[in-house]
């Protein structure tokens, strides 16, 4: 089992920068998948990016492509998404997910584990 806890979140301006990170417990974190998603109020669950085992596969959401960076450290079992040029769109609630599955996935459905999320709000 991986539990998720996720950090880093917090009120920016617009054309700001944040740095979210996402520590897993467990032995077993380099065998997963670690994506991010969001969830702005009275939307659905929004994949953002996900990384693969090493961090060599990535993806992003076309709305955070070039903005956003999604990486990983094994050996801290962490997953950190760095977040810049930030929009009021912007903000959500951002969670980090393990996923077993093989292959880069962008559905939450793939996806095991979740951490209870955090707060990322963009003032205009």
């Known amino acids: 089992q991986v539990q998720l806890v996720e950090s880093g979140g917090g009120l920016v301006q617009a054309g700001g920068s944040l740095r979210l990170s996402c520590a897993a417990s467990?032995?077993?974190?380099?065998?997963?998948?670690m994506g991010w998603f969001r969830q702005a109020p009275g939307k659905g669950r929004e994949f953002v990016a996900v990384?693969?085992?090493?961090?060599?596969?990535?993806d992003y959401a076309d709305s955070v492509k070039g903005r956003f960076t999604i990486a990983r450290d094994n050996a801290k079992n962490t997953v950190y998404l760095q977040l810049n040029s930030l929009k009021p769109e912007d903000t959500a609630v951002y969670y980090c997910?393990?996923?077993?599955?093989?292959?880069?996935?962008?559905?939450?459905?793939?996806?095991?584990?979740w951490g209870q999320g955090t707060q990322v709000t963009v003032s205009s």
């Open positions: 997910a393990a996923s077993p599955s093989i292959g880069v996935v962008t559905t939450g459905h793939e996806y095991r584990y």
């Open positions: 467990g032995r077993t974190f380099s065998r997963y998948y």
């Open positions: 990384i693969g085992w090493s961090g060599g596969s990535t």
